[in-house]
């Protein structure tokens, strides 16, 4: 009898009716994966441009390696293009395609930040011309007042690192090669004389054929205090490599001047008189200034092991939570705001790009440079560090806000946020006309870097992709002049200021480099990288002990 056909089950011609019955279960389960697959597929299609949603959790299926390689291709575009068109000078300018000096010579302003970042993408072919350059070209002997921390930082910190590469790094050409070292102490040696205040605070400049420090035309005469506070490492590097303790004796000696200042809760004001070695104002901020103060903190620990600036870093840290840590009104945003009249004077909710290197450096200061999973077993771990990481997480996604927010996918020097309660906001970020320039700075992808390594979550990864998108989108000139800065991050497409900054090579497209790259490569338990991204070694056996300490706190 034939069974009725709306009563049938079968599936006519399909495997299924033609498979045996403890077979079926396992058919069953193949539609369901398919089907999971292809939801997947939409759901990915979907979410791809949403940073926070299932990009979240597909990172490690990116092709990182090809990532790595398109950072490495931006930097080679913005190498030839200057190497062609403004070789030997200071300044390079994409759009009109010729370069411009800063001092009547050259400092190799360009060429000496870049070295590094060449030969950890071992494009040793291209280190060919700039060691030439350096040994034929480069002459400090010059009729020329240079600000001492921006050489510090850039050219000291530079020759040293190219110095330390070329030890440790297989593929470069030269290796121990001498010569990156002995213009570094030529250099240091012209920079002493900025020490040569009254108190030791360093002068603004120095005249690099004179040999004198020169005092800050602005602010009656203060220094920078982040300015002032961020040449120990180069010079303790420096120092540890010659034998010559004058470099790290009259660097260490800054942080005892402004020690003595006793700050409250570690918070320096942004101004330092150099005759006095006291504070001239009350501004308080993370931003210019400022920032790099609390960087050489961790970072000279880190470098030495010396617990005096860990000490200040944990005070300083406790500082900014309690005093500079705001949230928004509209989304519950954490970013950092500034006290132009001190501490207990009003909060103004105006967060620099350059402050989003404080994630990166909360999460180093709290592991070591260790993967989060690592240092959670160490016995000293606690409540106090996990809460620091949860900060660092949530600085991190306000500083890719920035990003996110504007129409280019580039963020804008400066942001402000709603934070006030009077009414519901419809936004969280305020991008003001004369703040909406991008200059191609690396603080995010400085911190998206470190924050990658340290916990090991893929959307880090993700965000930097996106922000590398955006910069080879909107910041590109024509197929081979090089990337420039912009002057507004909302309009598409920008209009562009045909400059492109040494730190683009030095910093930005280095990160981003290390980003995409394994972990074992260049690990933060080894090294540690100067304001500039220059990398130092950590130094295991100190031949010097800290030459002061905070009796008295």
Known sequence: MAVPREKTTARRGSLYSRSPSYLRPLLRLRTVLVLALSFVQVLFNWTRDDPIGFGHYIGHY??????????????????????????????????????????????????????????????????????KWLQRSLDYHQNQDVNTFETTIRMLGGLLSAHYLS????????????????????????????????SGIPYASVHLS?????????????????????????????????????????AENVMKVLNDNRARDGLVPIFVHPESGRFTSQEIRLGSRGDSYYEYLVKQYLQTSEPVYLEMWEEALEGIQKHLIATTKHSGLKFVA????????????????????????????????????????W????????????????????????????????????????????????????????????????????SLFVMWRITEDPVYREWGWKIFKAFEKHTKVGQSQGYTSVNDVNVIPPPLRDNMESFWLAETLKYLYLLFSPTDFIPLTEVVFNTEAHIFPIINKVKWQTGWSRRGW
């Open 62 to 131: 990116s092709n990182w390696n090809a990532r790595r390689e398109d950072v490495k291709k931006a930097f080679i575009t913005s190498w030839d293009a200057y190497l062609a068109n403004a070789w030997g000078n200071d300044r390079y300018h994409p759009v009109s395609e010729r370069g411009s000096q800063m001092s009547p010579n050259g400092l190799g302003w360009i060429i000496v930040d870049s070295l590094d970042t060449m030969m950890l993408m071992n494009l040793t072919d291209r280190l060919v011309e700039p060691r």
């Open 210 to 250: 004179r040999a004198k420090g020169i005092q800050s035309h602005a602010d009656g005469g203060s220094s920078s205090t982040a300015e002032a506070s961020t040449l120990q490492l180069e010079m303790k590097y420096l120092s540890q490599l010659t034998g010559n303790d004058t470099y790290w004796r009259k």
């Open 338 to 377: 500034e006290l132009p009249q001190g501490i207990g004077g009003p909060l103004s909710p105006k967060m620099d790009h350059l402050v989003c290197f404080l994630p990166g450096l909360i999460a180093l200061g709290a592991t070591r440079g260790h993967p989060l999973s690592k240092a959670r077993t």
């Open 167 to 198: 030890t440790k790094l297989p593929h470069v050409v030269s290796r121990r090669d001498s010569v990156y070292l002995a213009k570094a102490a030529e250099l240091a040696d012209r920079l002493l004389p900025a020490y040569e205040s009254r």
């Open 379 to 446: 016995p000293s771990w606690n409540d106090r560090k996990e809460s620091q990481i949860q900060l660092a997480r949530d600085l991190m996604k306000t500083c890719w806000g920035m990003y996110a927010v504007t129409k280019t996918g580039l963020a804008p020097e400066i942001a402000w946020f709603h934070a006030d309660k009077e009414a519901l906001r419809p936004k969280d970020y305020i991008i003001k006309p004369l703040d909406a320039h991008n200059l191609q700075r690396p603080e995010t992808v400085e």
